[in-house]
């Protein structure tokens, strides 16, 4: 890609309608790409690993009004950690981690966002709750009142055709207006956390309201 960091980012911003949050997902990239990304406009940043977000959080600690969301699978012994770091977690994939946060966020006198992450099909490679799992464990869930549960975040399997990733998506809608009609107390939830480099118009289209764009944004990762 020929492109500044900063002419992809405003490109990616102006398509954007206003109610869709970017989030540049900067896991593997250097601090002085997002210092750019920051220049450019960005406030949220996301991250997939808490070792190497940390020390990138702490070297940016003197860029002013920074969100930073955690995306990849949280460990529990993690959760401490996440909590004094991020502010979103998007990546919530058990009752159980859930009830460990809830637990450590009162300890650390913190109120996370928090999405509820769900598998629409089956996918090996992911964490993340089946939409019979997260529908028995609502109840359980909305006991958890120091995490402010706000949405759900999911991601398509890998090889899907757009057909299929809309289906995912809209069933993801779905799910969310499913939830809010159970009247639940502390679980109030209007965010979908959705969308990719690859498929991120696609999640636009079904009521995406975050979309985590990496790629796109700071071109192709190096493993
Ligand atoms: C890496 C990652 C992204 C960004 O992926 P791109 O295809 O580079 O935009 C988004 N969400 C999660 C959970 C990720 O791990």
């Known amino acids: 890609m020929s492109s500044s960091i900063a002419e992809r980012i405003r490109k990616v911003q102006d398509s954007l309608p206003e109610s869709v ?110 939409i019979q799992q997260l529908l028995d464990d609502l109840t359980e869930l909305d006991r958890c009142k120091n995490l402010q549960i706000q949405g759900l975040m999911t991601i398509p399997p890998l090889g899907l055709d757009s057909s299929e990733i809309l289906q995912v998506f809209n069933r993801t809608q779905q799910l969310m207006a499913e939830i809010g009609d159970r009247n639940l107390s502390n679980i109030k939830i209007n965010q979908l956390s959705m969308g990719m480099s690859g498929d991120y118009q696609l999640a636009i289209e079904c009521g995406a309201t975050m979309i985590r764009l990496g790629t796109i944004l700071f071109g192709e990762r190096s493993v």
């Open 21 to 130: 949050k970017l989030i540049a997902v900067s896991k593997k990239v250097s601090v002085a790409a997002m210092r750019e990304a920051y220049d450019a406009g960005v406030r949220d940043f996301g991250e997939s690993r808490i070792q190497e977000a940390a020390s990138k959080i702490d070297a940016l600690q003197d860029l002013s009004g920074i969100t930073w969301h955690f995306i990849g699978h949280l460990q529990s012994n993690k959760a401490k950690q996440a909590l004094s770091y991020f502010q979103w977690i998007h990546s919530v994939d058990s009752l159980k981690l859930a009830q460990r946060l809830n637990l450590l966020a009162q300890e650390l006198a913190v109120d996370p966002f928090i999405c509820l992450q769900v598998k629409i099909l089956p996918d090996p490679d992911k964490s993340g709750w089946t």
